[in-house]
């Protein structure tokens, strides 16, 4: 990317704005093929878009044979905490991402009043105090005070909401509970949050019957809201998991996203085109989706359910045993001279990635055309996942230009228009006249991710720069760094 002060003394009438982008292939998100053309930003938001000889800006970036796209949409975050506390947000800008959507997998930031430390998962998000916010209004109100440099859209978590309300998880939320918790969804509804997301796989949710979640979902469809789950199960109950799914968006009359779809487990390998075929199924009845990253290892909190010996399981961090971070569980088994399940208990609470998954599987979610992209990226984690700083160019680069999954526009619509469409984030999503300028310039023969499982913290390749908002808040052609200009913000649910 090359930028260039115009001369203040440009022709008479020439039509002005902020930024001129020229002579870029324009990849507008909807998944039409590539133009060349030259985009117009004025007060944030793109103004013009075609052969722009007529306009002039105080600064014109010279795009010739890079790619301008809407900017990456992460539909599948745990940031909830870290856009507050850690509002330059590098993983995410750093690889093209302009937005972020926390609060998924039942985990949320807002509403939450802890009466000791945060709960498994979430404590995924942060320690005790990072969790201020027992109303969604102040969590709305912390966003905007600091200035991220993505946006932020955020869902109500329905472990956050028990956590709230409950005495303990290991049994059904009563009915004065879940009055409670419906009264806290309603005041984040009405704030704009997106909607609501359970983890129902976890521990302290999976107690959770089916009729309290359909009870907590009853008020989403007035507001235009969304369910977005993590499954009870991604192992061999995944097909009743999704039926599950699909009946709580029934009974709510609300759009269903399944969160980071997987045929999970060495003998859930080879399911993914049942598994495909029972979200086609259900998509000619109600509105249904799913997200996925590009990798064939999960991550989250080290899951005793999870524990095998049929594939590896590396220790990210341990509470009680910090030096094992890094480590194969299986290593630690072996220097400890105990068996698996031993070894994970006297880890606990601790981090772990799990390589879980086969390649056909994911290269088959990957590709479906109900599929968004999402990176469930842990920031807080001190090896994370590489999908955290690498996700969206690993799309990009491995499976699109490498691998030939898709073709490159797309790969840009599961990252861009498909995911603000189904969110319902207004006026993002697309290069067009009028949206905001939210935009991201690459190059596509040479963007990768370069974060890797032993070096997870490296940005990607190829990003050239990044506008969030009309502001150039990322310049990676000048060394890969961001400029300090933060101007994300909050986005409201627009139903």
Not at 154 to 175: E, K
Request: charged share 20%.
């Amino acid at each position: 990317m090359t930028s260039q002060e115009l001369n203040p003394h440009a022709a008479a009438g020439a039509l002005q704005c902020d930024t001129l982008i020229r002579n870029a292939f324009v990849i507008d998100g909807s998944g039409a093929e590539a133009v060349v053309a030259d985009v117009a930003i004025r007060a944030g938001r793109i103004v013009a878009i075609g052969m722009l000889d007529d306009w002039q800006a105080p600064q014109v970036v010279d795009a010739t044979g890079k790619v301008l796209s809407p900017g990456f949409i992460d539909v599948h975050t745990h940031d909830d905490t870290n856009v507050i506390r850690m509002p330059e947000m590098l993983p995410k800008l750093s690889q093209g991402v302009t937005t972020v959507i926390v609060g998924n997998c039942g985990i949320s930031a807002a509403p939450v009043t802890l009466s000791g430390e945060p709960p498994d998962p979430m404590n995924l998000l942060g320690q005790a105090g990072d969790f201020s916010y027992p109303t969604f209004a102040s969590y709305v109100a912390a966003i905007t005070a600091a200035r991220p440099a993505v946006n932020v859209a955020a869902l109500v978590g329905h472990t956050a909401l028990r956590s709230n309300h409950m005495d303990r998880f290991d049994r059904a939320a009563d009915a004065g509970e879940i009055a409670a918790m419906r009264a806290q969804l309603s005041e984040a509804l009405a704030h704009g949050a997106l909607g609501l997301s359970t983890g129902l796989a976890y521990g302290n949710a999976f107690c959770a019957p089916t009729e309290e979640v359909l009870a907590l979902a009853e008020p989403l469809a007035e507001c235009g809201a969304l369910y977005a789950t993590h499954l009870r199960s991604e192992f061999a109950d995944i097909l009743d998991a999704m039926d599950e799914a699909f009946r709580i968006g029934k009974h709510s009359r609300v759009p269903v996203v399944i969160s980071h779809l997987k045929c999970a487990g060495v003998d859930n390998w080879g399911r993914s085109e049942e598994v495909l075929a029972a979200l086609e199924l259900a998509s000619k009845h109600q509105h249904v989706g799913c997200d996925c990253y590009p990798y064939t290892a999960s991550s989250s909190t080290l899951d005793l359910k999870q524990v095998t010996d049929t594939f590896d399981i590396q220790v990210t961090w341990s509470q009680p045993h910090p030096e094992m971070g890094g480590k194969l569980l299986a290593t630690i088994a072996a220097e400890w001279q105990l068996d698996l399940m031993q070894t994970a208990r006297r880890l606990m609470p601790a981090g772990a990635v799990y390589h879980c998954m086969e390649d056909a599987d994911v290269n088959r979610i990957l590709r479906h055309p109900s599929t968004m992209i999402g990176s469930d990226g842990l920031p807080n984690d001190p090896m994370p996942h590489p999908r955290l700083w690498g996700a969206f160019p690993r799309v990009l680069g491995y499976y699109s230009r490498e691998q030939k999954l898709f073709p490159l526009a797309e790969a840009v619509h599961k990252m861009t228009g498909l995911s603000a469409q189904r969110f319902g984030l207004a006026e993002r999503g697309l290069i067009r006249e009028g949206f905001w300028a939210d935009l991201v310039l690459f190059d596509a023969l040479t963007i990768r991710d370069a974060a890797t499982f032993t070096d997870p913290m490296q940005p990607a390749h190829g990003i050239d720069g990044v506008w969030v908002n009309g502001v150039l808040s990322y310049a990676g052609a000048a060394g890969k760094a961001a400029t300090g200009q933060r101007a994300g913000r909050f986005l409201a649910r627009h139903g």
